[in-house]
């Protein structure tokens, strides 16, 4: 169950499905056309989220990753969600709750509550 909330929250908090269904795409470059083109790239992560991966010293323990702060971000709030075993259990009871439809709707503008 822990592995299919991390997936979740993963899928939901990283978007790698956007809410215009567009996907996250992983992107290898070279150091070399990282020097050349760094502000492209770096205003294409931005827009996009997609990840760029630079392979150094053809050791896969040595590569960089270049995510964006809104990617970052995410990242840091689902390792936060799922630090401690109590937040692995709400995240697990909420998930719950959600797929057996037992939410409440609230609207921040009329302040109503709706129990579903």
Same mark, same amino acid.
Request: one cysteine or more; aromatic letters at 6%.
């Given at each position: 169950?822990?592995?299919?909330?991390?997936?979740?929250?993963? #899928?939901?908090?990283?978007?790698?499905?956007? @809410?215009?269904?567009? @996907?996250?795409?992983?992107? @290898? #470059? !070279?150091?070399?056309?990282? +020097?050349?083109?760094?502000?492209?790239?770096?205003?294409?992560?931005?827009?996009? =989220? $997609?990840?760029?991966?630079?392979? +150094?010293?053809?050791?896969?323990? $040595?590569?960089?990753?270049? #995510?964006?702060?809104?990617?970052?971000?995410?990242? @840091?709030?689902?390792?936060?969600?799922?630090?401690?075993?109590?937040?692995?259990?709400?995240?697990?009871?909420? #998930?719950? =709750?959600?797929?057996?439809?037992? !939410?409440?709707?609230?609207?921040? $503008?009329?302040? $109503?509550? !709706?129990?579903?």
């Amino acid at each position: 169950m822990i592995k299919e909330a991390l997936h979740v929250c993963l #899928i939901k908090m990283r978007s790698f499905e956007c @809410t215009n269904s567009c @996907t996250v795409i992983m992107k @290898t #470059i !070279t150091i070399s056309s990282l +020097r050349t083109k760094m502000k492209a790239y770096f205003d294409g992560v931005s827009k996009s =989220q $997609d990840i760029l991966i630079v392979p +150094r010293n053809n050791k896969e323990e $040595d590569a960089i990753v270049i #995510i964006s702060i809104k990617e970052y971000n995410a990242l @840091t709030e689902t390792g936060h969600l799922l630090s401690t075993s109590a937040n692995q259990k709400r995240l697990e009871e909420s #998930i719950k =709750q959600l797929h057996s439809g037992n !939410t409440i709707a609230y609207s921040f $503008d009329e302040k $109503d509550v !709706t129990v579903h």
